[in-house]
């Protein structure tokens, strides 16, 4: 008798899922608004962006870790150096950007994790 109420669908998906399995699918459509770029971080296993920092010499040197770089990192940089700051003021004069492995950005100059997480957020990342 049980076994005409359970279809082959219902065997193959788990219970805890089935309900789950309509609303993902509405809730990942791509949009069509985004711009695109020669570069794209993608976000962390808990969905943050991998921007870190690490103070090194005491507390004398202040870095910002951009990690994962997927593309471009050059595009990426050249971006960043027009755009994180106004030209021509004193933080865009001590922003220096250094590529690590071909995928990593080390940011020195400044703490400007905030200011690199909101960049990021505004390009759609």
């Known amino acids: 008798m049980f076994s005409v109420l359970?279809?082959?669908t219902s065997r193959s998906i788990p219970r805890c899922v089935r309900g789950l399995s309509t609303t993902v699918a509405e809730a990942t459509a791509p949009s069509s608004?985004?711009?695109t770029y020669p570069y794209h971080v993608p976000?962390?296993?808990r969905g943050n962006l991998p921007v870190y920092s690490d103070v090194r010499n005491n507390g004398g040197r202040y870095l910002v870790l951009v990690r994962?770089?997927?593309g471009s990192v050059e595009a990426l940089v050249k971006n960043m150096k027009q755009q994180l700051f106004?030209?021509?003021s004193e933080e865009a004069s001590k922003l220096k950007i250094e590529i690590s492995q071909s995928k990593h950005?080390?940011?020195t100059g400044g703490r400007w994790q905030r200011q690199v997480v909101e960049f990021l957020k505004q390009k759609g990342f």
């Open 43 to 45: 976000r962390n296993t």
């Open 33 to 35: 608004t985004l711009a």
């Open 6 to 8: 359970r279809t082959s």
């Open 68 to 70: 994962n770089v997927e």
């Open 86 to 88: 106004e030209p021509g």
């Open 105 to 107: 950005l080390v940011i």
